[in-house]
């Protein structure tokens, strides 16, 4: 395709000379020199093509384009808005507008809108169908973007469309259709295995599959196919982290941050790979990252941010902080443990900002002045900081008392299934939250339990929450006794974890709140875990009455689920005794 366009622009050039008042050529020339690259000559032939005619539509499409791949939206939206003023059934223009809209800050319906014209416009041309799929990706209407991108592959002239394979394949991985994407991104490596952005798709989307060792050769291939990006690095790191090659991948982020040092998300990879290290002093620094740029942070958190200083009574709102809770619930439920050494810091009023559903039980915490949902009006306050913030900044005050520091609210009340008197009543979670990135790696198929459902002398009670029944099934209704269900929020939850002797569970929210009420629990870990939980030992430093029983990397469940059944067996002969 480089050859033609350069084919063209040198026809096109040749034309010019020949026709130096011809604005349509100049035009046409403008857009060809987009497509190579060379934007100075393309802004020559543009802004001579609006001189000379300044009622062509097509100059000022050729102008819009121009200015648009220098990142001056608003100017490069002024000439299309001109383009499509001048012909309301140019194509083209519609599909520049629509993508440089599609850019602007508040535009994406808008320019979703001027691409589907566009569309209209050149129904045989993928083009515009290609960019209303890339817009609708990037507003992640995914489903969406999969049809576009399969109309686009049948209107293309190419037999082998290896892009728009690479494309769909992209839109299979977002909808968590993993399988699906693997195979479609390695049949457009296959059509082009000299392209890097290919392979480093496919890595990702083998990745996504737990095929980390294969994820590595293909983001190793595409940076030996010349990919010169950040991305490419970090994502070498990732599948290097999941392998725990903790040290390759340390490096791996860090030439990706060299490459690019504002990279945001390849910090807060690294920040990840530190924790999970036990580097916490530079991972938790590291982790501050995770707030640049990002589209959704409320201002309150940049612009009245607490950096440790002192909140006396006297400011404007009682020296007051506003704690903001982040990412899932297992994270306010651990890191609330933080709130009472903020008044050693000298701030007078501390309000957490929390999920709604964690509310009521967050008002039992040590160290708070209110809770409010985080959806809702907030208080007045003086400074602002995020939940996950306070382990870096509080580092230098002696560690957070160990729990129970949550409890059940009083009045709060959940019976439980009878079960027969002497058994032991065991808590059971097999899945966790399926949007969450690592699931497939932490999530074990209910088959699989069985080993631990045959022990005598326990009853066994579900805690496992929402529609897992189709992602990895559920066990025998004589073998465990449904409780999840009996609970409206969090309070229930820990009434009815309050009530139960053990709870055994993969890593989720439950957990995190049976350890906030200092409750024992055996916690099944896959070979690479959350950083919280370190790669080594079976002991935890964020809740001391856990149990760890750890998956080991290239073997499945069933070594840890058999010693879970061993150790449950000698708990059963223990306690009968």
């Given at each position: ?34 497509r190579?690259?060379?934007?100075d ?26 200015v ?84 686009a ?96 991948a ?8 060299q ?44 612009d ?10 006297d ?12 990412q ?45 949902g ?10 602002a ?12 005050l ?13 009045g ?6 009878d ?33 631990i ?63 906030a ?6 916690l ?49 002969a223990?306690?009968?005794?």
């Amino acid at each position: 395709m480089a050859g033609l366009d350069m084919e063209d622009e040198r026809f096109l050039a040749y034309l010019a000379e020949r026709l130096p008042g011809d604005p349509e050529v100049l035009s046409r020339l403008a857009v060809t020199r987009v497509r190579l690259g060379a934007l100075d000559g393309a802004a020559a032939a543009a802004e001579r093509a609006v001189e000379l005619a300044p009622g062509l539509a097509e100059a000022h499409a050729a102008l819009g384009l121009v200015v648009a791949r220098t990142q001056r939206v608003a100017e490069a939206r002024a000439s299309l808005e001109r383009a499509v003023q001048l012909n309301p059934n140019l194509g083209l223009a519609w599909m520049y507008l629509g993508e440089v809209l599609s850019l602007a800050p508040g535009q994406p319906q808008a320019g979703l809108d001027a691409l589907r014209r566009a569309c209209g416009l050149m129904p045989r041309d993928p083009r515009p169908l290609n960019a209303l799929a890339g817009a609708m990706m990037a507003c992640k209407q995914y489903e969406d973007a999969l049809g576009v991108y399969r109309a686009a592959t049948a209107a293309a002239t190419d037999p082998s469309p290896a892009d728009m394979l690479n494309n769909m394949g992209v839109a299979l991985e977002r909808l968590e259709r993993r399988e699906e994407a693997v195979a479609m991104i390695r049949s457009a490596s296959l059509i082009r295995p000299d392209s890097p952005a290919i392979q480093d798709n496919l890595g990702n989307s083998l990745l996504g599959t737990a095929r980390a060792e294969e994820a590595e050769v293909c983001h190793r291939r595409a940076l030996a196919l010349g990919a010169k990006g950040g991305e490419t690095w970090s994502n070498l790191g990732n599948s290097l982290h999941r392998q725990g090659r903790l040290d390759e991948a340390d490096a791996a982020y860090r030439r990706a941050i060299q490459i690019n040092p504002d990279g945001a998300k390849f910090h807060t990879n690294l920040a990840l790979n530190l924790l999970l290290s036990g580097r916490m002093e530079e991972g938790w620094r590291e982790y501050e990252w995770r707030w640049r740029d990002h589209p959704n942070l409320p201002a309150y958190l940049t612009d009245r941010v607490w950096k440790g200083e002192a909140l006396p009574p006297d400011l404007p709102a009682g020296g007051t902080l506003l704690l903001q809770a982040e990412q899932g619930y297992g994270d306010t439920l651990q890191f609330v443990r933080y709130v009472p050494l903020l008044k050693a810091r000298g701030v007078t009023r501390v309000v957490l900002a929390s999920q709604p559903e964690l509310v009521r039980l967050m008002e039992t915490a040590p160290g708070l002045d209110q809770v409010v949902g985080e959806a809702g009006p907030l208080p007045p306050f003086d400074k602002a900081l995020t939940l996950l913030s306070l382990p870096g900044l509080l580092a230098d005050l002696p560690a957070p008392a160990p729990p129970p520091y949550l409890s059940v609210p009083a009045g709060v009340q959940v019976r439980l299934p009878d079960a027969p008197a002497g058994t032991l009543k065991v808590g059971l979670a097999w899945a966790g939250r399926p949007t969450h990135g690592d699931d497939w790696n932490r999530s074990i198929p209910a088959r699989m339990l069985d080993p631990i459902l045959d022990v005598p002398g326990v009853a066994f009670y579900s805690l496992q929450r929402g529609a897992v029944m189709p992602r990895l099934g559920r066990p025998p209704i004589d073998k465990l006794l449904e409780a999840a269900d009996l609970c409206a929020d969090f309070c229930d939850t820990a009434a009815m974890l309050r009530d139960l002797d053990l709870i055994i569970s993969v890593d989720t929210a439950v957990v995190h709140l049976a350890g906030a009420m200092g409750k024992p629990v055996w916690l099944l870990l896959p070979a690479v875990p959350d950083f919280r939980w370190r790669m080594e030992g079976d002991t935890s430093e964020w809740y001391p009455a856990f149990r760890l029983f750890r998956r080991r990397s290239q073997s499945g469940w069933e070594v840890p689920i058999a010693r879970v059944a061993e150790a449950l067996r000698a708990e059963t002969a223990f306690t009968s005794t």
